[in-house]
């Protein structure tokens, strides 16, 4: 063996979740966690409603997370953590960061009622929507999450969505707090330092973390990083901040804009798709970027 | 903080040794999730240039750092390969499990 | 203190004299004075509290058990769709051992749309896992959510004080407010065993197999049954402090009475005025009032009954292809006890027609000119 030199991290070496959990293999939703509560630390609480986390975290009597943790019901994610903020506050606990964890269908469907009353009420809270594009813990059925063009137990591929994915960060743009990121599981660091960001900023913040479901998406559990990486470098899903709802900045500049075909063809959930379809997604991909773009530059 | 860290199934006799709500007492350790495998991932620690990204990417928390190098926990290891796909050198392998 | 108040602001003193620390509320006619005058307590910091204007009942009750499960005591009010659009977090509530607070006032479920009283909304909720208090007056009202914040604490389990709209929500009578510092002495703070808290991090209300479920059920059941007990306990408590009972139920005239008319809510008073008259002209009439609905007071009910020769129960609700839920309960008590008594069930009342004492006298009438009920039910001022 070779001579051991000092091993450099690239974020701090404390666990919060713990091994033994129920999470499939490669799974994204686990790592999106594991990154944030790296960067928030044991004095958090976490709100889970109905997700696959509420399944990852163990069954009772046990639990993979050092954290306080409330299951709550499917719904109520955002008005659960406003509860939990507001009695914290009455019992003299006005350290501990309340967080909201809630997968896609939790938040951009069922609960969006409750998300956009504690946004607009600007409670303060940490919204954290880790987005696997479907209904993955029920049996992968489409939500509005999910993308164009993928095939779900619900859309099957004679009748895949024909409806783009809805836009959950421009919706949390229009309530004006203070803080909404997208970020993905491949950029570890940019996770870490975005929700470190987060817990220094007062009022509601939101959290859009990308995380690939290898049992959802068909794809090969190995990918997981790579389709991550993949769907930022082609523009499918980019990473940037808005703060206040009006300051738009890019966090990782695609340089080399990839084309969407590669991605599409490492999961089983495209494989139905013709060229003439992907050749009509790349450019909504593209429309998508150009109107990010826009709005990035005038917030210059 | 409390840590549970005890890797022991909690198992109840009698309703009385319940708490009213459910509600967590000991961590997940007990689920030796190794046991889900099909292909485990060995490290070539001769070619590992130490930069810490199968640690990073690894979703099970299995991949422990011991003397500057890491080393798989076979305990928890799902066996995903996530490590092996994101090694920069490709010092980890990919290794049918035996029956 | 006196003061006249109506039967809303007897909810909202009664919150803060309870010193509630969080409320998570949202207006539905006929709750919205509740809320509206904790909102100006907490305000002007007569009252301090954290009160979240929420998007929905949803939501309020939602709220209420993140709060609760936190540590803080928690209040909300609300009525009719409202309470319906709660009912997922009532068992929320109940499952995961909060005892959250909450006023319902007593309005008809739509469609279509009524504002007026009866009781199909609360007792919709039956089966949540909530206890139920049908109020008779404002200072009835004040003091219960006084005593159910003491008697959910004790038992992990949430209370529901309900009281008929307008005939009582809007109606102003005197009331007793009784000194903080003496309401402080009764209900001390809040201090659950556990809580949600990074000191002690418990994951609450996790993925529960069949192995453990069961369990969990009937230790909620074995804590509802203790409920009885402890509500009179801490009437009688009350009662020394502040002079005033507060029972599981509440019987007038009963014991020599040939006819007991069964009532909850308001009605319990107007019954009175029939009875008085009943017993002018000769006829020994008597009426229990069930307070407390949720533990369902069964002694109660056996002992004050047992001598009457005829029993009527006037339900403001009705459980459809069955009966009202009153009766259903009172029958059940009776069960295997005296199945000689004959027991008549009658429907009155509902969205908000009025109950007057010629309604008792009416419904009295019948009962006493039949050896047994000879219909399921039998509807009072129907037009036919």
Not at chain 1, 208 to 213: L, R, S, T, V
Not at chain 3, 319 to 344: C, I, N, R, T, W
């Amino acid at each position: 063996m070779k001579k051991p030199r000092t091993m450099k991290l690239s974020l701090p070496d404390e666990e919060l979740v713990g091994s033994g959990n129920l999470a499939c293999q490669g799974c994204g939703a686990t790592l999106a966690m594991r990154y944030v509560l790296k960067a928030l630390g044991q004095r958090t609480v976490l709100c889970i409603p109905a997700c696959c986390w509420s399944v990852i975290d163990g069954p009772f009597p046990h639990s993979c997370l050092d954290v306080p943790v409330y299951h709550c019901a499917f719904e109520t994610a955002a008005s659960t953590a406003s509860g939990v903020k507001a009695g914290l506050e009455m019992v003299g606990d006005t350290e501990t960061t309340v967080v909201a964890w809630a997968g896609d269908g939790g938040t951009f469907d069922i609960g969006i009622q409750a998300l956009s009353g504690a946004a607009e009420r600007n409670d303060d809270i940490i919204y954290v929507c880790y987005d696997n594009e479907a209904y993955m813990n029920t049996g992968i059925q489409r939500s509005s999450a999910t993308p164009f063009g993928a095939w779900t137990t619900t859309t099957p591929v004679k009748h895949f969505k024909n409806r783009p994915k809805k836009d959950i960060d421009a919706i949390m743009a229009a309530h004006r707090i203070p803080y909404i990121a997208t970020a993905s599981i491949a950029y570890a660091e940019d996770v870490y330092k975005k929700a470190k960001k987060a817990k220094d900023i007062q009022g509601t913040r939101f959290l859009h973390i990308y995380a690939p479901c290898p049992t959802g998406w068909k794809s090969r559990p190995e990918d997981s990083i790579r389709l991550a990486r993949m769907v930022v470098q082609n523009s499918i899903f980019p990473l940037y901040e808005i703060e206040n709802g009006e300051k738009y900045t890019l966090s990782i500049k695609v340089k080399d804009k990839k084309p969407i075909h590669d991605y599409l063809k490492l999961q089983g959930r495209f494989r139905h798709l013709t060229e003439d379809q992907i050749k009509f997604m790349q450019e909504e991909v593209d429309k998508n970027w150009a109107r990010l773009l826009r709005k990035v530059e005038s917030s210059d | 903080m409390i840590r549970k860290k005890e890797a022991k199934k909690i198992v109840f006799q009698s309703e009385k040794e319940m708490p009213m709500m459910p509600m967590s007492l000991g961590s997940m350790l007990y689920n030796k999730t190794g046991a889900w495998r099909n292909i485990r991932p060995v490290v070539d620690l001769e070619n590992c240039i130490q930069c810490g990204i199968c640690w990073k990417f690894c979703p099970d928390m299995s991949i422990f750092i011991e003397n500057e190098f890491p080393y798989v926990n076979y305990d928890y290891c799902k066996g995903c390969g996530i490590c092996a796909e994101e090694c920069p050198v490709k010092c980890i392998a990919m290794v049918e499990e035996e029956k | 203190m006196k003061k006249v108040i109506m039967g809303n602001h007897a909810l909202s003193y009664g919150a803060m004299l309870a010193r509630s620390q969080v409320i998570a509320a949202y207006p539905i006619t006929p709750q919205t004075q509740v809320v509206e005058l904790l909102s100006e307590m907490c305000a002007d910091k007569t009252l301090d509290a954290k009160f979240i204007k929420v998007e929905s009942e949803h939501s309020a009750m939602a709220a209420c058990i993140g709060a609760s499960v936190a540590g803080a005591r928690t209040f909300t009010a609300t009525s009719s769709q409202g309470l319906a659009l709660m009912h997922e977090m009532l068992h929320w509530a109940s499952g995961g051992r909060l005892p959250v607070v909450m006023g319902d006032i007593n309005r008809s479920m739509g469609p279509g749309w009524s504002i007026w009283t009866d009781q199909n909304d609360s007792l919709s909720q039956r089966d949540t896992g909530w206890m139920q208090y049908y109020c008779a007056s404002n200072q009835e009202v004040l003091d219960t959510v006084i005593q159910a914040f003491k008697v959910s604490e004790r038992l992990a389990i949430p209370s529901m004080v309900i009281l008929d709209a307008f005939a009582l929500s809007h109606t102003y009578e005197v009331v007793d407010i009784p000194d903080q510092a003496k309401v402080d002495e009764y209900l001390p703070p809040f201090r659950p065993q556990v809580r949600l808290t990074p000191d002690d991090p418990h994951a609450f209300g996790g993925l529960t197999s069949p192995e453990h479920y069961f369990e969990l059920r009937y230790k909620l059941q074995k804590d509802m049954e203790k409920a009885p007990g402890l509500i009179e306990e801490t009437g009688r408590e009350f009662e020394t402090m502040f002079g005033r009972y507060l029972g599981l139920v509440d019987d007038y005239l009963c014991d020599d009475a040939d006819i007991i008319l069964v009532t909850s809510g308001t009605a319990g008073y107007t019954a009175r005025v029939a009875v008085d008259d009943m017993r002018k002209s000769g006829i020994k009439a008597g009426n229990l009032r069930i307070k407390v609905f949720r533990p369902f007071p069964f002694e109660h009910v056996r002992r004050i009954v047992k001598n009457a020769k005829k029993v009527a129960v006037v339900d403001r609700n009705i459980s459809y292809g069955h009966h009202g839920m009153f009766f259903q309960e009172v029958k059940s008590a009776l069960y295997g006890h005296d199945d000689s008594l004959p027991v008549f069930g009658f429907i009155a009342g509902l969205g908000g027609r009025d109950i007057t004492p010629s309604t008792f006298r009416e419904i009295a009438d019948i009962a006493l000119s039949k050896d047994r009920p000879e219909e399921e039910i039998i509807w009072i001022g129907v037009k036919r």
